[in-house]
């Protein structure tokens, strides 16, 4: 029998002894061969994608989605009690509601029933020398004062209009008090004659014929250059048969009857009708004078400018004022618009003010400040001729002692002494709100005199400005008033400044809370589930490599015979 060579020779033993030294291989080099057929299948095709886990690690629960809503509602919450706190307090948002004239404004009654306690300070200037000035000396003056009145104000027949304006009338009453006076009513002043010398004056270029018989009536009379008259006189009236006789013969050089005194027509009466506009409607003419007495200007003055009604009625400005604001108020008194220019910042009982003082052009002649043309006949800047509107009288209107006016005034009269802390006016404004903090009005009230030829009793007196008396109107906001007002616009606001932004930290910070509490409980889970690269035996699975699979397993495979 002839044996075959090669494999086909091999018998079954041979066989069976080559497998078992390939097994014996294949557990002897395992990673070789591992390696080996990895390289195989990677040429044959690229290995599958390994499925991706979508399974969540970490369960959104209930309590995260009503923790999380929470925070919203709580966030929503906030910016709703910021609007609602921001109209119901007057902070600037709701301010333009607050400050309107309207009933149903918070600054309504203090408007109708103003609630700052008003002083008028009168001083007068006692002429100590008359008979010198009938001889043509320098007049001699000597401050008295102050007397010191209680305003009171309340304003009446109040009518909303349907252009949204609003009309009324402001009713002023004194009550002199001595505690804060220096002096009393019943303290005897020298002064001119105002009713005299006003009369000769407006006769200067009559006929010489009615000037001697007006002279013949002063000497029946009693009448003389200058008089000697108690406070309450000077300041309320007193009755004088000059007045009488004036009405009868010369019926319209005075148009009043009865007592005469320089503020007997402001106790316990009216400065005529008003109509402001509201700002219901139009905010930016909050305020603002539509008409006073009826008309939207006056007719005392040369121009047009100059009669113009500007500005609001002396109580309120408007809101939210800045350094290039003025204030501008129509003073019946004065028969005039005013503008005052702001100067500096301050503080009134802890509540931040604008103040605001009179310019130096407020009451220069034409020749210095030309818009002030109007107002004459001028004569030294500084003082304002207001005869126009005085019954002619020949009276002017200044700062006391002539302050900020030329100096040839005050140096022709002796005793006056200009002092700007003393004599200048201001006004303390808080400028959120347009409401006066702290307020002094100083003017001063003189005659021009001088010799009247034709009429004896003027003298010798050579033409001279000669005070008669000047006047202080203040107030300032105190007791619960200020600290209603501090408390409403100065604390309030502070606060919710302050609230809106701890507020929001708050929010922020509650809203971010769960947001890290997810992040943080889904970390390592996160890192558990990524799929990581076979570097194991036990880790490979191909369907290519179903060999190498049973090889790995311990399996035997079935080779073919």
Not at 30 to 58: A, E, G, K, L
Not at 254 to 272: C, I, M, R, V, W
Not at 415 to 443: A, Q, R, Y
Not at 522 to 540: E, I, V
């Amino acid at each position: 029998m002839v044996l075959g060579t090669g494999e086909h020779a091999r018998g079954p033993c041979c066989r069976r002894a080559a497998f078992q030294r390939v097994e014996t291989d294949t557990k002897a080099s395992p990673r070789i061969n591992q390696q080996n057929n990895f390289r195989q299948r990677s040429r044959r095709s690229p290995p599958p994608t390994p499925p991706v886990d979508v399974t969540p690690h970490s369960e959104v629960t209930a309590g995260h989605v009503s923790q999380t809503s929470f925070h919203l509602c709580f966030l929503s919450c906030q910016v709703t009690v910021w609007r609602d706190m921001r109209t119901l307090l007057p902070w600037p948002w709701g301010l333009s509601w607050n400050v309107r004239i309207d009933p149903s404004s918070l600054s309504f009654n203090m408007w109708k029933e103003i609630p700052v306690p008003f002083y008028l300070s009168v001083y007068f200037f006692d002429v100590i020398n008359p008979r010198d000035i009938l001889q043509g000396q320098r007049p001699q003056v000597r401050e008295r004062g102050p007397y010191v009145y209680r305003e009171f104000r309340h304003k009446s027949n109040i009518t909303f209009n349907d252009n949204d304006t609003v009309s009324f009338l402001e009713y002023r009453s004194f009550q002199f008090q001595p505690d804060k006076s220096r002096g009393l009513e019943s303290d005897n002043i020298v002064m001119p004659n105002i009713l005299v010398l006003s009369a000769a004056m407006m006769m200067e270029n009559g006929p010489m014929s009615l000037k001697l018989i007006m002279t013949l009536a002063f000497s029946t009379l009693g009448e003389r250059a200058f008089m000697n008259r108690t406070v309450s006189e000077i300041m309320w009236g007193y009755e004088d048969p000059l007045i009488h006789l004036i009405n009868k013969y010369f019926p319209n050089m005075f148009p009043f009857k009865g007592k005469f005194g320089l503020f007997a027509e402001l106790n316990n009466s009216d400065s005529g009708l008003f109509t402001v506009f509201t700002g219901v409607k139009n905010f930016s003419r909050i305020h603002l004078v539509d008409k006073w007495n009826g008309v939207s200007k006056v007719n005392f003055w040369h121009s047009d400018q100059c009669n113009m009604i500007n500005g609001t009625s002396g109580q309120m400005w408007a809101p939210f004022m800045t350094p290039e604001s003025s204030l501008e108020f129509y003073s019946p008194e004065a028969c005039r618009s005013m503008k005052l220019i702001y100067k500096e910042q301050g503080v009134f009982e802890g509540i931040p003010t604008f103040r605001f003082v009179a310019p130096n052009t407020l009451f220069a002649n034409g020749s210095v400040y030309p818009p002030n043309e109007g107002f004459c006949p001028c004569r030294e800047s500084g003082i304002q001729n207001v005869s126009t509107c005085r019954f002619n009288a020949p009276l002017f209107l200044s700062h006391p002692h002539f302050y900020n006016a030329d100096p040839v005034l005050a140096e022709a009269v002796s005793g006056l002494h200009p002092n700007p802390e003393e004599h200048s006016l201001f006004l303390d404004v808080h400028p959120v709100t347009g409401i006066p903090m702290n307020c002094s009005v100083k003017l001063q009230l003189s005659l021009y005199i001088k010799s009247v030829k034709g009429i004896g009793q003027t003298g010798k007196i050579e033409p001279v400005i000669l005070p008669l008396m000047w006047f202080g109107e203040s107030g300032a906001m105190e007791g619960e008033t200020l600290q209603t007002f501090y408390t409403q616009l100065v604390l309030m606001p502070k606060v919710l400044h302050y609230a809106q932004y701890v507020l929001l930290a708050l929010g922020c910070v509650l809203l971010l809370i769960p947001i890290v509490y997810q992040i943080r409980s889904q970390g390592p889970k996160d890192a558990a589930s990524q799929p990581r690269l076979a570097t194991q035996p036990d880790q490979l699975s191909s369907p290519y490599t179903p060999l190498l699979q049973d090889s790995l397993s311990g399996q035997p495979t079935n080779p073919e015979v």
